[in-house]
């Protein structure tokens, strides 16, 4: 029993830390090498993985779909650590609109055209993005911004992800908190007099059994 609550906890953990890392923002340095819109089909799987479309237009299985290439550079530890090298990275960019996850991003054609505009020089820029880049199911990220930085080595700090943690912290020690004085207060009493009334019962079947014993033993020593 104990394996099996270490396991759902486990499962549960690992399934809202992927959700957290998919739905809040990455910011990559990158250089954006050009921009296109491509006419892509959505399967079953993939489509949880797109947003909605633009707003004004109809949703359906088949649509444009615009992206943003760029020579990204590696990073590791979840991206605080820079690396020398670079490598290739695609992004789209898609309204996300009132609905999840909740960036309320409405301007992916001025959006794209900043892009497209960066491409045309050499300059380093951040895109701040979510999501994921799955190559074999043709999922990619979702780009919400883009600004120019100095050059390669510009260090982001993600102020956001930092202030949400801390919160969540916050929020979560005082949600134990004021569950342990709910249980001191309320909970453990109830199970604590529940037991009582228990053991009370337990004591009065096992004097009723010891009685109704007794005077059968006077039977048997009658005849």
Do not use: C
Request: hydrophobic share 45%.
């Amino acid at each position: 029993m104990h394996r099996i609550k270490v396991t759902f906890r486990v499962l549960v953990f690992a399934f809202l830390a992927l959700f957290l890392h998919y739905v809040l923002p990455q910011h990559d340095v990158v250089k954006i090498t050009s921009t296109e819109i491509i006419r892509t089909d959505f399967s079953g799987f993939n489509r949880i993985f797109y947003a909605q479309a633009d707003s004004g237009a109809v949703e359906q299985p088949t649509r444009d779909l615009r992206l943003i290439n760029t020579d990204k550079k590696k990073t590791m530890l979840l991206g605080f650590i820079p690396r020398d090298t670079t490598e290739v990275m695609v992004y789209r960019n898609e309204d996300t609109g009132w609905i999840w996850p909740p960036y309320f991003k409405f301007d992916s054609s001025d959006l794209q055209a900043e892009a497209a505009s960066v491409a045309r020089g050499d300059s380093w820029a951040v895109i701040t993005h979510y999501g994921w880049r799955i190559r074999w199911a043709s999922i990619y990220p979702n780009a919400v911004a883009v600004r120019l930085v100095d050059g390669p080595d510009a260090r982001i700090i993600p102020w956001f992800n930092i202030f949400f943690f801390g919160f969540l912290i916050v929020a979560l020690a005082f949600i134990r908190a004021m569950w342990r004085q709910f249980r001191e207060r309320s909970v453990d009493p109830l199970l604590d007099s529940a037991g009582d009334r228990y053991d009370e019962a337990s004591a009065e079947i096992a004097e009723q059994k010891g009685r109704v014993s007794r005077w059968l033993g006077t039977w048997k020593k009658k005849k």
